[in-house]
Protein backbone atom coordinates (compact mmCIF):
# COMPACT_ATOMS: atom_id res chain seq x y z
CA UNK A 1 0.00 0.00 0.00
CA UNK A 2 1.06 3.38 -0.93
CA UNK A 3 0.71 6.27 1.35
CA UNK A 4 0.79 9.91 0.94
CA UNK A 5 0.07 12.91 4.03
CA UNK A 6 -1.58 16.06 2.84
CA UNK A 7 -2.80 19.04 4.53
CA UNK A 8 0.25 20.72 6.54
CA UNK A 9 1.25 24.20 6.49
CA UNK A 10 1.75 27.41 8.50
CA UNK A 11 -0.81 28.34 11.28
CA UNK A 12 -0.98 30.24 14.48
CA UNK A 13 -1.34 28.61 17.84
CA UNK A 14 -4.74 28.29 18.50
CA UNK A 15 -5.52 27.81 14.82
CA UNK A 16 -6.52 24.29 13.31
CA UNK A 17 -5.17 22.17 10.37
CA UNK A 18 -6.47 18.64 8.83
CA UNK A 19 -4.17 16.00 7.30
CA UNK A 20 -5.01 13.49 4.92
CA UNK A 21 -3.38 10.36 4.34
CA UNK A 22 -4.43 8.91 1.32
CA UNK A 23 -3.71 5.47 0.55
CA UNK A 24 -3.00 3.70 -2.74
CA UNK A 25 -3.16 -0.48 -3.47
CA UNK A 26 -5.04 -1.36 -0.73
CA UNK A 27 -8.00 -1.51 1.32
CA UNK A 28 -7.46 0.58 4.48
CA UNK A 29 -10.17 -1.43 6.23
CA UNK A 30 -7.52 -3.96 6.92
CA UNK A 31 -4.88 -1.73 8.21
CA UNK A 32 -4.17 -0.61 11.30
CA UNK A 33 -3.34 3.27 10.67
CA UNK A 34 -1.53 5.62 12.88
CA UNK A 35 0.03 8.94 12.61
CA UNK A 36 3.47 9.79 13.35
CA UNK A 37 5.33 13.23 14.31
CA UNK A 38 8.87 14.01 14.22
CA UNK A 39 11.11 17.30 14.79
CA UNK A 40 14.82 17.17 13.19
CA UNK A 41 16.97 15.96 15.80
CA UNK A 42 14.25 14.31 18.28
CA UNK A 43 13.12 10.68 18.09
CA UNK A 44 9.67 10.02 16.15
CA UNK A 45 6.37 10.25 18.37
CA UNK A 46 3.37 8.13 17.95
CA UNK A 47 0.87 10.77 18.16
CA UNK A 48 -2.84 8.53 17.12
CA UNK A 49 -3.63 5.44 16.39
CA UNK A 50 -6.95 3.07 15.09
CA UNK A 51 -6.86 -0.18 14.66
CA UNK A 52 -8.04 -1.71 11.73
CA UNK A 53 -11.18 -3.27 13.57
CA UNK A 54 -11.77 0.45 14.62
CA UNK A 55 -12.16 -0.87 18.45
CA UNK A 56 -8.74 0.27 19.16
CA UNK A 57 -7.74 3.45 19.17
CA UNK A 58 -4.82 5.85 21.04
CA UNK A 59 -3.88 9.56 21.04
CA UNK A 60 -0.72 10.40 22.62
CA UNK A 61 -1.50 12.24 25.95
CA UNK A 62 -0.56 15.53 24.44
CA UNK A 63 -3.02 15.85 21.81
CA UNK A 64 -6.02 14.15 23.67
CA UNK A 65 -8.74 16.68 23.76
CA UNK A 66 -7.35 18.77 20.51
CA UNK A 67 -6.35 16.02 17.49
CA UNK A 68 -9.20 13.23 16.49
CA UNK A 69 -8.80 10.77 13.95
CA UNK A 70 -11.61 9.50 11.49
CA UNK A 71 -11.41 8.16 8.05
CA UNK A 72 -13.44 8.44 4.49
CA UNK A 73 -13.57 4.60 3.51
CA UNK A 74 -14.96 5.56 -0.23
CA UNK A 75 -11.96 7.64 -0.42
CA UNK A 76 -9.90 5.26 1.03
CA UNK A 77 -8.44 8.17 3.06
CA UNK A 78 -7.48 8.82 6.97
CA UNK A 79 -7.48 11.99 8.35
CA UNK A 80 -6.44 14.08 11.48
CA UNK A 81 -8.09 16.60 12.76
CA UNK A 82 -6.04 19.19 14.82
CA UNK A 83 -7.51 21.96 16.58
CA UNK A 84 -6.17 24.54 19.47
CA UNK A 85 -3.01 23.71 18.25
CA UNK A 86 0.08 24.54 19.72
CA UNK A 87 4.02 25.75 19.09
CA UNK A 88 5.35 22.00 20.24
CA UNK A 89 2.97 20.74 17.67
CA UNK A 90 5.50 21.87 15.04
CA UNK A 91 6.83 18.66 13.42
CA UNK A 92 6.92 16.70 10.21
CA UNK A 93 3.67 14.52 10.62
CA UNK A 94 3.79 10.75 8.95
CA UNK A 95 0.95 8.66 8.21
CA UNK A 96 1.94 4.78 8.65
CA UNK A 97 -0.47 1.31 7.94
CA UNK A 98 0.47 -2.12 9.13
CA UNK A 99 -1.39 -5.35 8.91
CA UNK A 100 -1.55 -6.42 12.73
CA UNK A 101 -4.71 -5.68 14.17
CA UNK A 102 -2.72 -4.52 17.47
CA UNK A 103 -0.22 -1.71 16.03
CA UNK A 104 -1.33 0.40 18.07
CA UNK A 105 -1.31 -1.30 21.44
CA UNK A 106 2.65 -1.17 20.37
CA UNK A 107 2.39 2.61 19.32
CA UNK A 108 0.97 3.02 22.77
CA UNK A 109 4.34 1.76 24.23
CA UNK A 110 6.99 3.19 21.41
CA UNK A 111 7.08 0.39 18.96
CA UNK A 112 6.50 2.07 15.58
CA UNK A 113 7.49 -0.62 13.24
CA UNK A 114 4.65 -0.27 11.00
CA UNK A 115 4.71 -1.94 7.90
CA UNK A 116 3.96 1.25 5.10
CA UNK A 117 5.21 4.87 5.69
CA UNK A 118 3.96 7.54 4.04
CA UNK A 119 5.63 10.94 2.80
CA UNK A 120 5.71 13.45 5.17
CA UNK A 121 3.69 16.76 5.78
CA UNK A 122 5.43 19.36 7.39
CA UNK A 123 3.19 21.21 10.37
CA UNK A 124 4.28 24.84 11.70
CA UNK A 125 2.70 26.46 14.46
CA UNK A 126 3.93 30.23 15.68
CA UNK A 127 2.98 31.20 18.79
Known amino acids: VQLQAFGGGLVQAGGSLKLSCVASGRNLDYYSIGWFRQVPGKEREGVSCIGSSANTTYYTDSVKGRFTMSSDNAKNTVYLQMNNLKPEDTAVYYC?????????????????????WGTGTLVTVSS
Open 96 to 116: AADKTAGSCLLVEIGFYGMDY
